[in-house]
């Protein structure tokens, strides 16, 4: 059975990256890894022993990389901000390839705007969020069914999702990271107009 340390995973995982995990481990296709939760971007400072939740992070993450490949097969995560592309990239770091499907949803692009923004050696789809979830996103996308999907297991989902997103050849304008910047809208405060 294929182990997250024989992934690309083992770094970010060993980095304490991988939070709040819904699926963290082998898929039901052999040799490949899958993980669903948050990754921690960028770490709040740490005093004594406590454990503090990072300061910004990619949440509801669906990842998955296959067993003796240096690179995550495919990614796909929330940013608040397309700014936060930069960490992510910079957090993926070495996990990150030309040949990997990599998708993010950023909380603040045009709704009616899907770009190509190459950075750190691979190649990012930048997509608005619309549907609420990245799994929704990632479905409708991918022009997956999510009646088809409801039998399987969060493995199984992640699976068919990771399959259906290796043949995803559609392309987008191609914008640089400091274009993307000028383009993006302010960033949402999450926080604001909450029940205390």
């Known amino acids: 059975m294929t182990s997250i340390t024989q992934t690309a995973f083992a770094r970010l995982d060993a980095e304490g990256r991988l939070l709040n995990s819904l699926l963290k481990g082998p898929t039901h296709k052999p040799g490949r890894v899958g993980f669903r939760g948050d990754l921690a971007l960028k770490f709040a400072a740490q005093f004594a022993d406590e454990k503090r939740p990072p300061e910004i992070s990619s949440d509801q993450v ?19 901000s397309f700014e936060y592309l930069k960490l992510l990239a910079e957090a993926l770091g ?3 390839a030309p040949q990997g499907k990599y ?22 789809y930048v997509l608005p969020i619309d549907e609420a979830t990245v799994y929704n996103e990632v479905l409708q996308l991918l022009y997956l069914e999510k009646n088809d999907l409801k039998k399987l297991d969060t493995a199984g989902k992640t699976d068919a999702i990771v399959d259906a997103a290796m043949g995803f050849i559609d392309t987008f304008p191609a914008i640089s990271y400091e274009e993307g910047l000028k383009l993006m809208g302010p960033v949402r405060d999450l926080y604001a107009n909450r029940p205390v």
Request: charged share 15%.
């Open 94 to 96: 070495d996990a990150l």
């Open 103 to 124: 998708f993010v949803f950023c909380d603040n692009i045009d709704l009616s705007k899907r770009y190509q923004v190459a950075y750190g050696g691979a190649t990012f």
């Open 62 to 80: 669906i990842a998955a990389a296959e067993e003796g490949q240096t690179h995550l097969a495919f990614f796909a995560g929330f940013l608040l």
